[in-house]
């Protein structure tokens, strides 16, 4: 392709194109680099009717160029009109770019689902750009949330302070819309990394929990939150434990009662003697009877502490992680995934989240020994 240097005042930004967010700081570093060094790379423009130029991609050279005040610029002109081809390479271009925010992504795939001029399909969308039905299906999902949540997604996995990235939304997006704009807002202002998320996210998921205890749940912070699920989970498996213990001790109860009828023709007397009516250590009378069908706890946050649990929290974490860890086991090449691109992408992003989180849980336990240690 020949590559011509046009004046830069003939030359227009394209409105329409998917890319429509610019880091200024980024912005600053090219200009930078391009007084330095010249424009290394040309953008790409076509011709229009009135005789001037439109850009097809390029547009944050072209405002460097343009805030540098150099009088040219240089292009390759394209002769395409389909405004469908058009528009699928200023998304593919901008895909291969640093910075092109997964919102800004989301509403591309979005316009050329819903534009009229357009009306493409997932498949062919993923035919042409490379990507997975599932990579364009995750990214619909992010609006789903409000224009205030969209406008705080960025481009990459950086957890940052009142920002959010794709990951930390993910868990959130099919959560009812009366939970997710909240908990995404507060996940952006604390700073919840994408583990702790998933977390929040069961926890409203939870149908055990009231709509609305939920509700006034959304008025906790992110780490709050956070203990809370630590505590219902922990208060959960106390329930189900305490379960597993009563129900053999009802069994067993009713296999040694016997009707009265029966009584009276084969026990002997000896043996009917009113002492034997007294109940045996560990009874089920000594236990509060499980049942399922007990009335819901009031609407209130109270409903996570209605169950005392008789160790401490640290003692119930470690006997909690202690039951639900599993044993070492020594992984092989032959049992990794057989994934590509994306997905191999995010198997590897959740390895390093899981190592990160194991890391941060050794060096709390390593803590609470030597304090053990020290308390002794």
């Known amino acids: 392709m020949d590559i011509i240097e046009i004046q830069t005042h003939l030359v227009d930004e394209d409105t329409d194109q998917p890319r429509y967010q610019f880091d200024e700081e980024a912005l600053q570093e090219l200009m930078s680099s391009i007084e330095e060094l010249g424009l290394l790379s040309p953008i790409k423009v076509r011709t229009t009717n009135d005789g001037r130029f439109k850009i097809i991609y390029g547009n944050r050279r072209y405002k460097a160029c343009k805030m540098l005040g150099r009088p040219t610029i240089p292009c390759i002109v394209s002769n395409v009109t389909d405004e469908m081809e058009i528009y699928l390479e200023q998304i593919a271009e901008n895909l291969t ?27 062919y969308m993923s035919g042409k750009l490379g990507k997975p039905e599932a990579y364009i299906k995750n990214k619909l999902d992010l609006l789903k949330f409000s224009p205030a949540v969209r406008a705080l997604i960025v481009y990459g996995t950086e957890i940052r302070k009142d920002k959010l990235t794709e990951d930390q939304l993910m868990p959130l997006k099919d959560l009812p ?7 995404a807002m507060i996940m952006a202002t604390d700073e919840m990394s994408v583990p702790d998320v998933k977390r929040i996210a069961r926890l409203f998921k939870d149908k055990e929990i009231s709509d609305g205890t939920k509700g006034k749940l959304l008025f906790k912070t992110g780490p709050q939150l956070l203990e809370t699920w630590s505590t219902f989970e922990h208060n959960k498996k106390e329930r189900a434990k305490s379960k597993s213990i009563i129900e053999p001790e009802m069994v067993n109860s009713a296999d040694t009662s016997t009707d009265p009828a029966e009584n009276s023709s084969t026990t002997p ?54 039951a639900t860890l599993p044993a070492p086991s020594h992984l092989s090449p032959k049992d990794l995934p057989n994934l590509e691109g994306v997905e191999r992408d995010q198997f590897v992003q959740d390895v390093d989240t899981l190592i990160a989180d194991l890391e941060k849980h050794l060096a709390e336990w390593r803590t609470v020994k030597d304090m053990m240690l020290v308390k002794q």
């Open 97 to 123: 770019r640093q910075g092109f925010s997964p919102i800004e992504e989301a509403e591309a795939f979005n316009k050329l689902l819903n534009d009229p001029k357009f009306s493409s399909s997932i498949k």
């Open 269 to 322: 007397a000896s043996e009917a003697s009113p002492t034997k009516a007294k109940a045996p250590e560990n009874s089920s009378r000594d236990i509060p009877k499980y049942n399922p069908n007990r009335p819901a706890a009031p609407e209130s946050i109270e409903i996570f502490e209605e169950d005392p649990v008789p160790t401490s929290f640290i003692e119930g974490m470690l006997n909690l992680l202690l």
């Open 177 to 183: 819309m009366e939970y997710r704009d909240s908990l």
